[in-house]
């Protein structure tokens, strides 16, 4: 048998130069010190963008981490360089800004109405079922349903009192 592409057992021991913990073995032929501390997926990525090979740790032998390789289970390892630490991950990217307030749905007409309010200003009952082609008591229901769910308010003080639609950001959720 050869020693061509040979894979042996890794074995710990100190650093020749820095005297730190590292995995000491021949990976496909490659002799390989590994740092010991086992990386995260965060780490893998930072050890790649590094410029450091990283390898798998697969009954006690070093398996070189490729395309080819990705799916490959068991702790990650990276080589070892002394006096370097791995680069830090990079940083999270800022939380996104939370998507303005879906207005809940509550049946076609009611919608209609609430973006009459919206599009006209405060508008009477009869204004609103004229405008719309509804009954005054359709309107009259929706209107009330919108005010149940936080989307119109009626305007007091004046008789017969308008009604006015509340913006998006201000309805609450479910």
Known sequence: MSD?????????GPCRRCRSLV????AEGVPV???AQPLDRDGVF??????????????????????????????????HRCGEPLPAPP?????RAAPPAAVPYISRN???????????????????AVRLGLSVETAEN?????????QAERIAGVIPAP????????????
């Open 142 to 150: 929706l209107l009330r349903r919108l005010v149940a769910a936080g």
């Open 163 to 174: 009604w006015r639609a509340v913006a998006a950001e201000l309805i609450p959720p479910y």
């Open 110 to 128: 009611a919608n209609r109405v609430r973006e009459h309010l919206l599009a006209h200003g405060p508008d009477l009952t009869t204004g609103v």
């Open 91 to 95: 940083p999270a990217p800022p939380p």
């Open 33 to 35: 010190n590994a740092d």
């Open 4 to 12: 061509h592409m040979i894979t042996t057992q890794v074995l710990p």
């Open 23 to 26: 995995l000491t073995g021949v």
């Open 46 to 79: 930072a050890a790649l963008l590094g410029g450091r090979s990283t390898y798998v740790l697969q009954r006690g032998e070093l398996v070189r981490l490729d395309a080819t390789r990705a799916g490959l289970t068991g702790p990650v390892v990276a080589d």
